[in-house]
């Protein structure tokens, strides 16, 4: 069951994923980390490292996830730390990672993705962020929602962001079809379909003992920058320099939506700073849009995705 109170914290904007895992046991569960090689991934992925879990780091590129396991496991002495293939673009890829997961799972941490990206498309001719951002996790979580049954109380986790102001899911015409392409404004759509996700998987799931919450990380230099160029980046940071934060930081409100009892029988939510997400008031960065959390659309949003992962 989900809970109806607003979900505070004693963390904050500076809090870290070592802050917010310290305490918890996580020794008998199994989890996963998607783009667990860099960035808020691999903090993600060595926080719950360190407090015990069987974590496996799935990534496109294993060589760079290779690296990434042997850091995790030399800073946290947990030797469980695996890597597996995961291109999130392709979907026999998705459909092999399914095929050889054996086993419960507890933590789906939906953590990769691309942002701002200039206009791409998968060979069935999917715009490349929804593609990647949504379709894929969405195709993932469903193929392992046996795993995630197992896991007696799993949590998936949807790594969205502020971003999902931009733009709500345009039902309309989602890959760009018909209307100019722009690379933020489809950002922001792929993250609303993050959020909406959560939404929608816990309403199917929760009698499953699956919940899903989304998130905001907050505003950290990564590699998910790299389509962004250094004028735009300065921009950006121009705008609102405070609210920049380390990876070590940003990994902290993923950190809680995986791992902590605070969350406990809590889904279908979007967090930031480590608390649950005001809503959004007109003109503004931070909360959580309305159209983000509608029970109409993220239900629209789920067969829309069954339907393409189908065609």
Request: glycine share 8%; charged share 20%; hydrophobic share 45%.
């Amino acid at each position: 069951m989900t809970t109806n109170n607003p979900i505070t914290t004693s963390f904050a904007h500076h809090s870290t994923a070592t802050d917010v895992i310290r305490g918890v046991d996580l020794v008998r569960r199994r989890a996963i980390v998607t783009g667990g090689s860099s960035g808020i991934g691999v903090e993600t992925a060595r926080a719950l490292a360190s407090a015990g879990a069987e974590v496996t780091l799935a990534v496109r590129d294993t060589d760079a996830g290779q690296r990434a396991a042997d850091d995790i496991t030399a800073t946290t002495g947990n030797d469980r730390v695996m890597v597996a293939p995961l291109d999130l673009a392709d979907h026999a890829s998705i459909a092999d990672f399914v095929a050889n997961w054996d086993g419960p799972l507890h933590i789906l941490v939906n953590n990769a993705g691309i942002m701002a990206a200039p206009e791409m498309r998968t060979p069935q001719g999917w715009e490349m962020q929804f593609a990647t951002n949504h379709l894929g996790h969405f195709a993932l979580a469903t193929g392992l929602r046996p795993a995630l049954a197992a896991g007696d109380g799993a949590r998936i986790v949807s790594v969205s962001s502020a971003a999902h102001l931009r733009s709500p899911v345009v039902f309309e015409d989602i890959q760009y079809e018909r209307r100019e392409y722009e690379p933020w404004q489809a950002y922001g759509q792929s993250k609303t379909a993050n959020v909406l996700f959560a939404v929608e998987a816990t309403r199917r799931w929760a009698d499953d003992g699956i919940l899903a919450n989304s998130l905001m990380p907050g505003a950290i230099q990564t590699n998910l920058q790299r389509y962004v160029s250094e004028e735009e980046l300065n921009r950006i940071r121009a705008g609102n320099a405070a609210a920049w934060k380390t990876v070590e930081q940003g990994a902290a409100t993923s950190v809680l939506v995986a791992a902590s009892p605070l969350l406990d029988g809590v889904g279908g939510r979007y967090f930031e700073d480590c608390q649950e997400a005001a809503p959004a008031q007109p003109g503004g960065r931070t909360g959580v849009a309305a159209y983000a959390l509608d029970p109409e659309a993220a239900e629209r949003l789920w067969k829309v995705s069954t339907d393409l992962l189908k065609s």
